[in-house]
């Protein structure tokens, strides 16, 4: 069998991809005999797939004596992708002393897939406490992945320390405390979410209609049907849908006010829809008028599948409206 410096310089030096797996492999299983021959390639390899292997090998291998190594290739390695790598074996090796060198390389690292990477490791460690200080880092980007990370772990401890942030001067980091909010499930979340619902930008509105959808109720319900008078068309659609999926009756007149009335036929045939997922009988009635009376088709027809999916109304082709 050959030794951990054999491997490695078959690893260096053969041509032959499937050898350098084998070799790459085999210094996986010979465990902490290999960790020194692969320090020193990760350290001092020429060539960048040698570094790299180098590294997810002692990632896999799992033993402490190479967070130190792995830490600072981490954040000096020429190459990107080594880096990257490094970021990964600190994750895989499970230990907690990688968390401060994955802190330095969300903070430092040109690259942001090495930074992307970084924070899903924290988040794969559990480091809530690094996190929650990545929260007050300068950079908007870091901000928003230790919001990421903390929504990850449903840190609901987190909750004050990210609704402060709806504010927040970039907008990608409020979407990304809307959509905490949502993985979070609290009451308390509404509150943040409110204002997110008020907020300039689009793309965070609808973040925050999908969190409503998931923590549901009669207050979530009364926060979402605000956006129905939405300028933008694609926000009325979300929350029409939105709607349905929180299930309460309150949204009951006023989906049927967008079923009859004059927006986007998509919009109220989403509308129709959504009356069946409320599940409240008093629905029936005004799909059934929608399925006889409305324009255009589609509305028709989601009237028509509300009141036979939703229901159990069975309506007859004989009734079938001439499509306009």
Known sequence: MDGPRDLITTLKNSDNYFERQ???WALVGLGEKSIDDLIDALENGEQSELRYKAAWALGKIKCVRSIDPLAR????????????WCTAALEEVGDKGAVPHLVEAMKSDAVKDVRLRAAVALRNLGAVKALMELLKHPVPETRGMAI???????????????????????????????????????????????????????????????????IKGQKACSIALAALKDEVPEIRLTAVTILGEI??????????????????????AWAAWSLGELGDRKAVEHLKKAWQTCCPFEVQEKARASLEECFGERVSDLDLPEEP
């Open 22 to 24: 084998k070799a790459a």
């Open 73 to 84: 290739a981490m954040l000096s390695d020429s190459d990107h992708a080594v880096r990257e």
């Open 148 to 214: 990421i990370g903390l929504a990850w772990l449903k840190h609901a401890a987190a909750l004050d320390d990210v609704a402060g942030q709806v504010t927040d001067e970039d907008p990608e980091v409020r979407r990304r405390v809307a959509a905490f909010m949502g993985e979070i499930r609290s009451e308390k979340a509404l509150e943040p979410l409110a204002t997110a619902l008020a907020d300039e930008t689009a793309a965070v509105r609808a973040e925050a209609l999908r969190s409503l959808g998931k």
């Open 247 to 268: 299930g309460h009756s309150d949204a009951l007149e006023p989906l049927v006010d967008i079923v009859f009335g004059d927006d986007r036929r998509d919009i109220r």
